[in-house]
């Protein structure tokens, strides 16, 4: 640790009259946030990280004509809070995700375009409102303007405005991400695009087409 507030002893010359104190250097705030026990099963894993229930593992299905069955489906640990986290294993589920919807699905949404963006960082959910993994993952593969939330989570870049939706503490994910493709294809954050209510966000590029 530098010892950045330490007193410096000795320093004064005693011949000046008595000078101001310094005002103190500003510090960085790295107090650790502490996770409210909010739910039982959410396990703080660091200051700005938690987990929530277990992976679950589904077995392949064995399809027939196949000698084998199929690689078996993992859904991760869901991941809280507001730490950055390089792309992991939900960057990777959400565009594994995204590779398999159909054409039509494609056709008539953003998919395509966020699948080819790099992932940025690790989707995390809002730590006051944890929901399991299986629920995520349905919530996810049901509608697929939940999975351009995902995608926006997972690619896109940190507001450093939050938009009023997300500074309410409303919304699926802790941060309030957008993505800025070329084309602008999806103009809300993650959060917004949730439940298909994007014409809600008011971040300053969202504007109607
Ligand atoms: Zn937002
Ligand atoms: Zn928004």
Redesign the pocket.
């Known amino acids: 640790m530098a010892s950045l507030n330490s007193a410096q002893p000795g320093s004064q010359e005693g011949t000046h009259a008595a000078q101001p104190p310094e005002p103190p250097e500003p510090q960085q705030d790295t107090s650790p946030h502490e996770f409210g026990r909010v739910h039982p099963d959410l396990y703080p894993i660091g200051p700005h990280y938690a987990e929530y229930g277990r992976s679950v593992t589904f077995p392949g299905p064995w399809v027939e004509g196949e000698t084998e069955p199929r690689p078996p489906s993992i859904i991760p640990v869901a991941k809280l809070g507001w730490a950055h986290l390089p792309p992991a294993e939900w960057a990777a589920y959400f565009k594994d995700e995204a590779s398999s919807v159909s054409t039509p699905t494609l056709n008539r949404s953003a998919i395509g375009v966020l699948r080819a963006a790099p992932s940025l960082q690790e989707p995390l959910l809002r730590h006051e409102k944890p929901i399991s993994n299986i629920r995520l993952s349905r919530k996810v593969s049901l509608n697929f303007q939940n999975l351009e939330s995902a995608l926006i989570q997972t690619v896109g870049i940190i507001e450093p405005q ?5 500074l309410r503490g409303n ?1 699926r994910w802790e941060k ?1 991400i ?1 993505s800025h493709d070329p084309e602008d294809t999806i103009t ?2 993650g ?2 695009q949730w439940n298909s209510s994007g014409e ?4 300053p590029h ?1 504007r109607p087409a």
């Not at 939050?162 to 997300?166: A, I, K, N, S, V």
């Not at 809600?200 to 971040?203: A, E, V």
């Open positions: 939050e938009c009023t939706y997300c919304g309030c957008s809300s954050c959060n917004c809600r966000c008011n971040l969202n």
